[in-house]
């Protein structure tokens, strides 16, 4: 539901290579190799707005510090 909304309000803005799934037997709704690729990006980007206390946010801000 998330994933629509933000693609009605922001596109074409946002782009993703797949729509994402409830998983009930597993919390990941990606693949860890997406996860990579998308925290890879998210650090190249101009800014970033995380969210608090979230471990892959925090994975992003490091990642954002240690560029040159």
């Known amino acids: 539901a ?5 693609k009605k309000k922001y596109s ?5 290579n797949q729509a994402l799934n409830k998983n009930k037997k597993n919390l990941r709704a990606t693949s860890l190799q997406d996860a990579v690729i998308e925290a890879c ?3 190249g980007s101009e800014a970033f707005l995380g969210t608090r206390l979230s471990s892959f946010s925090g994975l992003i ?3 954002k510090e240690q560029q040159v």
């Open 2 to 6: 998330a994933q629509a909304f933000f």
């Open 12 to 16: 074409p803005l946002i782009y993703y």
């Open 41 to 43: 990006i998210a650090a």
């Open 61 to 63: 801000k490091i990642l």
